[in-house]
């Protein structure tokens, strides 16, 4: 999710002014390169072992109290120009506009029996932004038994969906990257499948490589994409290891999807209707402009899948109905806006006061029509992996 780079509404558009790399501060542990991680190489080295599968969890509708979290390192989607925030920017910390419209519920589901024998399609997960965080997007599917304890995937005919939202602000962007192409390969070759969308942080990391500080048409004054993805948490580890496959894996993937009524998409937007009457037509759009690599069109792209709220207001359902009578599906799932938001109830980054809310499953609102799986990993949250459809 981009945070850095959106205002208040879900209609406005991102404003960044002009900056050079020189102009920000970048946290210190973030300049420090991580080996890269190839395809089938060892997993990663903090991996934890594979834990028996907890108890199944009793659904709620309450926010629970915070336990207290470890400290985290400052949170590197904070950095600044100079002393003060740029005109009109607005980082998503505690000012970021909350509503509680008392009619939403988190939602942790029991998972169904996953097929062990026969052919045919098995059971389908996704997973919301993971931000860099390799660590606990291992633990996350492990306890899930998608992946063994050496990293590897274990799920067999599975169908294993990623939201987007790959690198950024987390320390290990590539290595997630890295981890997820394994997976892909892997997967396949078990008979199910581990996919990935595209989310706006990919659209900006591309941007960053390929226009650097090319000044393009914000729509509020010059930008660049290189001081946007400063902006918003980019990693001088991630960019050092950025490679040709890793830009063209990220090309590559598809901006919308339909499975088993699910419409899976990043960004909690209707702005996908601008690329396209069908899944398809949003796709092939989505997959041309990357291919034309004009700054100024990929990054009206790129302003228009960081809007957010579309669903969460007055007029959210319809805009979900709106978003299905036009590709289908039953209910929208989407990443993007951490869920501590979308509850009307924000702590802080760091973790450290411990007054931020728990987020124990996904966050269902909209009239019961959308799915909401960021989890706030960058801020003391969780990462989300869930099967779908859920219950309760």
Not at 159 to 171: E, H, K, M, V, Y
Not at 234 to 247: A, E, I, P, T
Not at 256 to 278: I, K, P, Q, W
Not at 307 to 323: H, I, P
Request: proline share 9%; net charge negative.
């Amino acid at each position: 999710m981009v945070e850095g780079s959106m205002t208040q509404g879900a209609g406005q558009e991102p404003v960044v002014r002009t900056a050079t790399l020189r102009d920000f501060r970048v946290p210190p542990y973030a300049q420090t390169p991580v080996p890269p991680q190839p395809p089938g190489a060892a997993p990663h080295p903090s991996m934890p072992p594979r834990a028996p599968a907890p108890p199944a969890p009793v659904p709620h509708t309450s926010v629970e109290p915070h336990a207290p979290a470890p400290p985290r390192l400052p949170h590197p989607g904070n950095v600044a120009v100079g002393d003060e925030l740029p005109e009109g920017y607005t980082p998503t910390e505690r000012d970021l506009p909350v509503i509680n419209r008392g009619d939403t519920v988190q939602v942790q589901a029991v998972p169904e029996p996953r097929p062990t024998t026969g052919e045919g399609l098995g059971p389908l997960f996704v997973v919301g932004d993971v931000h860099g965080y390799l660590d606990e997007l291992l633990a996350a599917l492990g306890a899930q038994g998608l992946i063994d304890a050496d990293g590897s995937w274990a799920a067999g005919n599975a169908r294993l969906w990623f939201l987007g939202d790959f690198t950024d602000r987390g320390p290990d962007g590539i290595g997630v990257i890295d981890l997820v192409m394994r997976l892909s390969a892997e997967a396949a070759a078990a008979g199910g499948y581990c996919k990935a969308l595209m989310g706006n942080h990919e659209l900006l990391l591309i941007g960053a490589k390929r226009f650097a500080d090319t000044p393009v048409n914000s729509g509020a004054g010059t930008a660049t994409f290189q001081a946007a993805w400063l902006l918003n948490g980019g990693q001088k580890s991630d960019m050092d290891r950025l490679q040709d496959v890793h830009l063209q894996w990220m090309s590559r993937l598809d901006a919308v999807v339909e499975e088993d009524g699910h419409l899976l998409m990043h960004s909690d937007t209707t702005a996908y209707l601008d690329y396209g009457s069908t899944i398809e037509d949003v796709n092939d759009t989505v997959h041309a402009i990357l291919t034309r690599s004009d700054a100024d069109e990929c990054w009206d792209l790129f302003r228009k899948l960081t809007k957010r709220f579309a669903f969460r207001d007055e007029g959210g359902a319809e805009a979900v109905r709106e978003l299905m009578a036009t590709y289908g599906g039953q209910r929208v799932v989407h990443g993007h806006s951490p869920i501590p938001y979308l509850l009307g109830e924000v702590g802080t980054e760091d973790g450290e006061d411990g007054s931020g809310p728990v987020v124990n499953g996904p966050h269902v609102y909209a009239d019961g029509l959308a799915i909401a799986m960021d989890g706030g990993v960058t801020m003391a949250g969780k990462l989300l992996v869930v099967q779908l459809p859920l219950h309760g």
